[in-house]
């Protein structure tokens, strides 16, 4: 169910493909009409993974540019029963999952803890292993286009796509209407429901976050 898990978030976070890179996206192309969502955009979800609920948002919360690329501040914040169970992690990404190598930077905040970051020689020595484990290696394998169909969430009745993944036995809907894209996906041990979305989207992380490896301030 882990994998399963991972390939639904990841699909949340990363959706931001152009039709500026058909190579790295050759074999993802169930995916090349999405494009990232703009700075403020939100959506927040609401899951349940092994009967374990949870919510979950996603949100674009700025952008930089480096080396002459544009660059967006992807958010994926999980809210727990208690503070100290709430986990928010940042990525500053070009917005395409193919290219989960060139990530610039990550922040997480676990719970109450500072938040720490993870940039320059840190980032240099997982940067690869992001592209080799991502989700997105060959995500469209497997999966199939099964139509345009009504799905009603708690945000709504939409007209979506549905894709079939038969390896993992999942089904997920998904529409231009709303940022991420996302309406809804389920599986066997797990099902996530888009609750709410919107416009002015700010970073969930206000303290300056540490740098990994260097001194609690």
Known sequence: MRGVHLRTVLLLAGTGLTPAVPVALAQNDCLKDYRMPA????????????????????AVVGEETRAGTNMKWLEMRMTGETPDKTLIYQALTPGNPAEMDQIQEIIFKPGTKPA??????????????????????????GVTLAGEESVTVPAGTFTATRFHD????????????????????????????????????????????????????
């Open 39 to 58: 700075v403020g955009s939100w959506a927040e979800y609401q899951g349940d993974f092994d009967k374990k609920p949870s919510t979950i948002r996603y």
């Open 116 to 141: 720490m970051k993870m940039n320059g020689m840190m980032m240099n020595m997982i940067r690869g292993q992001l592209g080799k484990n991502s989700a997105f290696n060959n995500f469209c394998e």
């Open 166 to 217: 038969a390896e993992h036995e999942t089904d997920s809907w998904v529409t231009q209407e709303v940022p991420f894209y996302m309406v809804r996906s389920k599986g066997k041990k797990f099902e996530i429901n888009l609750v709410k979305s919107g416009e002015g989207a700010t970073s969930s992380i206000t303290e300056t976050p540490q740098e990994m490896g260097g001194p609690s301030k």
